[in-house]
């Protein structure tokens, strides 16, 4: 193997690999980085891979010292407040702006061009340029693969200026804030570089040697699309995808797709053409090509000894190896049926041989998948200790030994459960009452009333003893509430917030570093029994009677017209309220979007909320803006309608709804009940709003809980691992250290291999066999027109949008309708620009139910709507009968340039 580097000081950053090219030892990692390394094994095994040269990062090192560079991306970055947004977006601009300014220095300069020159006398004149990041220039994981790569780059000076390029994109906004704010030493940074000459492929893709669904080893799993492989990675195309016996080679399932768009070569550049005739529907590779290729993948896993993941290309039927990596994730996918089963059994102790029911539980529609230490917390805040629990207290109950212990709620594979047995028990110790499970399934809320299901086999020869007693404790506990209900806002607004907001100053203010562990330790268990105890006790009171008095209130609407004519009324009531915190976070989001206030001011008011903020893992908005900063530009749009005057007409609706109401229970013969009714609206109407204002309050409390656990996991170099902890383990996790890491790293396994199961609303303790199995879909339910809850009235038509993380949605395109799990205040943005929204989960007091009546937009609760309801079709939602219907048939999102 030839070794060039003596021959000009240029090369001694540069290092060779191919199979008629190539340096005579194997380079280190921290000189070439990731896929400079494994590029140059795979060549040492004398896989087909293309050559090429790696600039190392010691050139990187040479070129950023020289001129000045290093020092002036010093001062620059030394001057980043990671807070602000704008100001780190603009500096991470101008740092870009330095690399492709900067001269390469002479020597390297030319070391490249000679290098790019011996390429093309090898095999062409095209080459792909690509960042070669080590483990220490990425801050975690999660950047992986985002730095920069250039394809069909031809010309010396066209390569040097991808080589500084693809070094400048170690400066993206994201990197430069996490460095800012871990205050990271730019000292060690650099990045290596590859260039390699582009394979011109008839058809490419990506290979795993292990199914990375399953976890089996012993399959491999192909995925080809005609063209370059950048069609697969762009989601351009959905690729034919190839099940392989390994031991074999022999073909076992093929899923041969329509490949309307490839990707392919020209001499300007990477150009997408359209797809006509019979290759639209051909397979890609047959089955010798698939055996062949199969091969060297099993020799490629050989080499590296486990599984690998493999992009391929092939040429006039010649295959070429562009990239090996380990298979991410199989440990997650090898877990999935491990886990499964370890549920299956710890449900089948509990249920002992006798029948068994969980439900979900409307948590479930904010907290999803919950880490251990988020769970410890929330799991005490709803049992019989916790505020829940103190809540019923105060309104006179006298709940079982077992619900102060474990509350009702029960995490089964990382979803929130709730077990009506031990539900029954949050009221009266001893009372022989039960729910019944029909009642729970149609309405969530029953778990919030007494049981009303007397079982005579619970009833033992003292119950009629001891009946006199409950019946003075239900009593008592009725005078209780009608006493409290009239107390709650005053009590609320007066007493409690003000404390609250006295002790949330102060916790915000506290420094924590200089602390001992144990009194770091002490005070998050103090803030976790004041927010989620005591406080939280009284935030729920005021939604808690709210969501009574609108329940009596439609009680009687649906037995004066109905349940769909009462629920319509119901809902027109109590829409466009007042001191909505939600609404008033939209309004205030519009504001800054318009420039009528500034994102400074939206975050001292809601900085502690977030997407997804019931999960104590999560950063705040005050933590990260860049969720918030690309919401902005939705809200610039021409059409958008401001929150304020969308809120204004619902509540001008609501007014006239109430102005007509004598006359509406004139209609139906109840004109006598208007006087009841109207204690409960105005109860209702004064005191559901609090439902969101309760919890923005809590939300404040729960981020000085975070703080405490942040400052753990900062002197612990744990950062967001602190969360796979439980709250017990915390004062020993210093004498414990390397065996409560190996613990978190078995818990984040088995939590991510959860969230791959597939769960019923309900589960039956009879046939837990087919527990975490995907649910088959009723045909019925895919129809064209389905069945749906309505939470929300109005009807509309729009193109479905399919969500599930709204920081990761995007550009969803006009006149869409969100179609997605469930929401909380963080999804809020999202329904600015929707014409309507579908959950799989929720009711009328749920998170999306709000805010769409308020923002006067169709909603409706659809059982597997993000399975069933293909992304991009057109459909129309009708919020008032309680219908989803398909129009049209899917069609892109069209996104801006």
């Not at 805040?381 to 102060?404: C, L, N, V």
Request: hydrophobic share 40%; net charge negative.
């Amino acid at each position: 193997m030839a070794n060039l580097s003596a021959s000009n000081s240029g090369f001694s950053h540069i290092r060779y690999f191919g199979l008629d090219l190539a340096d005579s030892s194997l380079p280190d990692l921290n000189d070439v980085g990731g896929k400079g390394i494994n590029l140059f094994k795979m060549t040492a095994a004398r896989f087909p891979v293309p050559p090429g040269f790696v600039v190392t990062t010691e050139g990187y090192r040479r070129f950023t010292t020289g001129e000045g560079l290093q020092d002036r991306i010093r001062k620059l970055a030394d001057s980043i407040d990671p807070d602000d947004v704008d100001g780190t977006s603009k500096i991470a601009t101008r740092i870009r702006a330095m690399f492709a300014e900067t001269p390469m220095p002479e020597a390297l300069a030319e070391g490249i061009k000679a290098c790019y020159r011996r390429l093309k006398e090898t095999g062409g004149d095209r080459v792909a340029v690509r960042s070669s990041a080590t483990a220490e220039d990425l801050p975690d994981a999660s950047f992986a693969g985002q730095q920069d790569t250039y394809l069909n780059i031809r010309g010396e000076d066209a390569v040097i200026k991808a080589v500084k390029n693809c070094w400048g994109s170690l400066w993206t906004d994201r990197a430069v804030a996490y460095r800012a704010k871990k205050k990271t030493s730019l000292d060690g940074l650099a990045m290596a570089v590859v260039v390699q000459q582009m394979v011109i492929a008839d058809a490419a893709g990506i290979m795993f040697t292990a199914n990375p669904v399953t976890g089996d080893d012993n399959e491999i799993v192909i995925n080809a699309a005609w063209g370059l492989g950048e069609a697969i990675v762009g989601g351009l195309v959905t690729p034919d995808t190839i099940v392989v016996d390994k031991a074999t080679g022999q073909v076992k399932e093929i899923a041969v797709s329509d490949k309307t768009v490839m990707t392919t070569m020209t001499d300007h550049g990477t150009e997408e053409i359209e797809l006509t005739g019979d290759r639209v529907k051909a397979r890609v590779l047959d089955d010798r090509a698939v055996a062949e290729l199969a091969e060297i993948g099993k020799r490629i896993e050989g080499h590296y000894g486990h599984p690998q993941d493999i992009e391929w290309g092939v040429a006039n039927g010649r295959f070429a190896m562009l990239q090996a990596r380990p298979i991410q994730g199989l440990e997650v996918a090898r877990d999935v049926e491990a886990g499964r089963l370890a549920e299956i059994e710890r449900l089948r102790a509990i249920s002992a041989g006798e029948q068994r029911a969980w439900v979900t539980h409307n948590l479930d529609e904010t907290l999803k998948n919950p880490t251990p230490m988020t769970w410890d917390i929330i799991s005490w805040f709803m049992s019989g200790k916790g505020g829940y629990g103190q809540m019923y207290r105060d309104f006179g109950y006298q709940p079982s030994a077992e619900f102060d212990e474990k509350g009702y709620l029960d995490l089964v594979c990382g979803r929130i459960y709730a077990d009506p047995k031990r539900a029954a028990g949050q009221f009266w110790d001893g009372v022989p009452m039960e729910y019944a499970l029909e009642e729970v399934l149609d309405d969530m809320t029953t778990l919030e009333r007494p049981p009303a299901k007397f079982n005579s086999k619970r009833a033992d020869g003292r119950f009629f003893l001891r009946l006199p007693t409950w019946i003075w404790a239900v009593l008592r506990s009725s005078r209780i509430q009608k006493k409290a209900r009239k107390a709650a806002l005053e009590k609320f607004e007066q007493e409690i917030v003000p404390e609250f907001l006295d002790f949330v100053a102060k916790a915000r203010g506290q420094t924590l570093t200089g602390l001992p562990t144990g009194d770091i330790v002490n005070e998050l268990e103090r803030r976790v029994h004041y927010v989620m105890g005591q406080f939280a006790a009284e935030s729920l009171k005021p939604g808690f009677f709210g969501g009574l008095a609108q329940g009596a209130m439609l009680t009687v609407f649906a037995q004066l017209m109905g349940d769909a004519d009462g629920e319509d009324l119901g809902r027109e009531l109590t829409t466009g309220l007042a001191n909505d915190t939600t609404v008033e976070q939209s309004i205030c989001l519009y504001r800054v979007a318009q420039g009528k206030a500034t994102m400074d001011e939206f975050i001292e008011r809601y900085g502690h909320r977030a997407a997804g903020e019931m999960e104590l893992a999560q950063p705040r908005w005050r933590e990260d803006r860049r969720y918030l900063e690309n919401t902005l530009e939705s809200l610039r749009g021409p059409n958008v309608k401001s929150p304020e005057t969308r809120h204004h007409e619902q509540a001008t609706a609501c007014r006239q709804a109430e102005e007509n109401l004598m006359a509406t229970l004139a209609e139906y013969g109840g004109s006598s009940l208007y006087e009841a009714i109207i204690v409960d609206l105005k109860d209702a109407q004064k005191m559901l709003p609090y439902r969101e204002v309760g919890k923005h309050y809590l939300m404040m409390g729960y981020e000085t809980i975070r703080m405490a656990l942040l400052e753990l996991a900062r002197r612990w170099g744990l950062d967001r691992d602190i969360f796979f902890l439980h709250l017990d383990e915390l004062r020993k996790f210093e004498a414990e250290a390397e065996r409560l890491k190996a613990e978190i790293a078995k818990r984040k396994v088995r939590w991510e291999s959860a969230k791959k199961l597939s769960l019923p609303a309900v589960i039956d303790s009879a046939k837990l066999d087919t527990l975490g199995k995907p649910e088959p879909l009723d045909p019925s339910m895919a129809s064209k027109e389905m069945a749906a809850r309505p939470i929300a009235s109005c009807t509309a038509t729009g193109i479905a949008r399919i969500v599930f993380d709204p920081q990761a949605a995007g550009d969803l395109g006009p006149d869409y309708i969100l179609v997605c799990p469930s929401t909380d205040p963080g999804w809020t943005p999202l329904f600015v620009n929707a014409r309507g929204v579908i959950v799989e989960r929720g009711g009328m007091l749920s998170h999306g139910a709000i805010v769409a009546r308020d923002f006067g937009i169709p909603a409706v609760v659809l059982k597997n709507a993000t399975r069933i309801i293909p992304d991009g079709a057109e459909i129309r939602i009708d919020g008032n009968r309680g219908r989803v219907e398909l129009v049209g048939a899917a069609r892109p999102v069209a996104q801006e340039a």
